[in-house]
T-cell receptor, first 115, second 118 residues
Framework: AQTVTQSQPEMSVQEAETVTLSCTYD???????LFWYKQPPSRQMILVIR??????QNATENRFSVNFQKAAKSFSLKISDSQLGDAAMYFC????????????FGQGTILTVHP | NAGVMQNPRHLVRRRGQEARLRCSPM?????VYWYRQLPEEGLKFMVY????????ESGMPKERFSAEFPKEGPSILRIQQVVRGDSAAYFC????????????????FGDGTRLSIL
């Protein structure tokens, strides 16, 4: 079974600085997708960024980028120029490329942004 | 296009009562997923349904929990004889299918139902 591990229960960053959230996963599949979701206090699940395992290039969405290391099964999220609105719980998630879409989530990392 | 609608937003039940959680997928979406989020934890997959069919219920507790997605109307997650341990946020997600020309179709999440058991 696939597992997703986020080893940082909490992280903090100063406004305008950069922070990196860690995620590792375990799978025997070669085709899969990885995601970072943001969950603010409102509890919405907001898709931040996604990465296809077959793509070597790291995904980027504005201030958010990932460092995808397939051999190491590592998928970290970098937030540049942090803003107060980035404060939330962040979840890393995995989806098997051949399945119907079931997501496996990590435990989450609470990100605090200090003004 | 309205998003995934879940209701109620909050539901309070006493131990032994039944809880019914509703999920209306986005228009045109025929695939529904239910996830449960216990306090201080990530979301855990419960069940995957297509219209009138349960495809995968491997994450669903064997007793007291059931789900349906009828031909007409919302998907329902039903919990009978609730216990304190059922207190959690329950999320529904929908997608129009599994794959498209770009590869996969992402799931769109509702805002969840927070179930509290007294």
């Amino acid at each position: 079974a696939q597992t997703v591990t986020q080893s940082q229960p909490e992280m903090s960053v100063q406004e305008a600085e950069t922070v990196t959230l860690s995620c590792t996963y375990d799978t025997s599949e070669s085709d899969y997708y990885l995601f970072w979701y943001k969950q603010p206090p409102s509890r919405q699940m907001i898709l931040v960024i996604r990465q296809e395992a077959y793509k070597q290039q790291n995904a980027t969405e504005n201030r958010f980028s990932v460092n995808f290391q397939k051999a190491a099964k590592s998928f970290s999220l970098k937030i540049s120029d942090s803003q107060l609105g980035d404060a939330a719980m962040y979840f890393c998630a995995y989806r098997d490329g051949t399945s119907y879409g079931k997501l496996t989530f990590g435990q989450g990392t609470i990100l605090t942004v200090h003004p | 296009n309205a998003g995934v609608m879940q209701n109620p937003r909050h539901l309070v039940r006493r131990r032994g009562q039944e809880a019914r959680l509703r999920c209306s997928p986005m228009k045109g979406h025929s695939h529904v997923y239910w996830y449960r989020q216990l306090p201080e934890e990530g979301l855990k997959f419960m069940v995957y349904l297509q219209k009138e069919n349960i495809i995968d219920e491997s994450g669903m507790p064997k007793e007291r929990f059931s789900a349906e997605f009828p031909k007409e109307g919302p998907s329902i997650l039903r919990i009978q004889q609730v216990v304190r341990g059922d207190s959690a946020a329950y999320f529904c997600a929908s997608s129009p299918g599994i794959w498209d020309r770009k590869g996969y179709q992402p799931q769109h999440f509702g805002d969840g139902t927070r179930l509290s058991i007294l």
